[in-house]
């Protein structure tokens, strides 16, 4: 089966017959077939676009509301750790009040992305922690960067957002985050605070995604 017959087949049975689609064998009904081609060529391209102009800019915003760390040793680290907690709070908010024709289908996918999010944060938490110290994740500075980089990614959006909104929401934050990862491994490498270790945690991180990128992209681009 090609990818293409894939989706057709899993959009008929979340459209018409959602007990018939075994999610648990194969994953959000926009995930393609094993045998696929790569997806990482269309996501880095996808990402290399985002990079230009706004996500920079977003990156300068970012960095004004996690200020507070960025005259400590490894604040990027906690930078990273607000925005993977503010990407959970979109995909988790998307995940409850996802509605219409495509209600199954997205309500599925939006709950993977949250939950790939959990172990993310408790990693780079433990990481920040264990390099920077416990300052990195004093509670009230957490809570007030992450509201405001929740309202960034959700600027966009005015009112109540219809299905597709909410899947080009998180995409938009998918693909946000992922320019700001490569933004914080080049400053990391700049100072010297990049050890192959959190070199290998980031780039694992991105590498989920990545994948989240294509998931979305999937969702957008099958036919209604």
């Known amino acids: 089966m090609s990818a293409e017959d894939f ?9 018409q017959d959602p007990s018939s689609y075994d999610y648990e064998a194969h994953g959000p009904p926009y995930l393609p077939p094993k045998s696929a081609s790569s997806i990482k060529p269309t996501v880095r391209g996808m990402v ?5 102009g706004k996500a920079a800019h977003f990156y300068k915003t970012v960095q004004s509301h996690i200020s507070p760390y960025t005259n400590r040793a490894y604040g990027e680290l906690a930078g990273v750790l607000v925005f993977l907690r503010a990407l959970s709070m979109v995909h988790q908010t998307n995940h409850w009040a996802t509605q219409g024709p495509a209600y199954y289908g997205d309500h599925l996918l939006f709950d993977r992305l949250y939950g790939d999010l959990v172990s993310e944060i408790d990693t780079v938490a433990e990481k920040a922690v264990g390099l920077g110290g416990s300052g990195l994740v004093i509670a009230p500075m957490l ?17 109540t957002p219809d299905p597709e909104g909410r899947v080009a929401m998180s995409l938009q934050a998918e693909l946000r985050f992922l320019v700001m990862m490569q933004m914080v491994a080049r400053e990391m490498r700049a100072k010297g605070t990049l050890s192959r ?4 945690m980031l780039a694992s991180i991105e590498d989920k995604h990545e994948e989240h990128v294509y998931l979305l992209k999937q969702r957008l681009d099958t036919p209604r």
Request: charged share 20%; hydrophobic share 45%.
């Open 7 to 15: 989706k057709v087949d899993a959009t008929y049975a979340i459209l």
């Open 143 to 159: 809570a007030k960067s992450t509201s405001d980089v929740v309202s960034e990614l959700c600027a966009a959006q005015l009112g």
């Open 48 to 52: 290399r676009q985002a990079a230009v």
């Open 197 to 200: 270790g959190t070199d290998n």
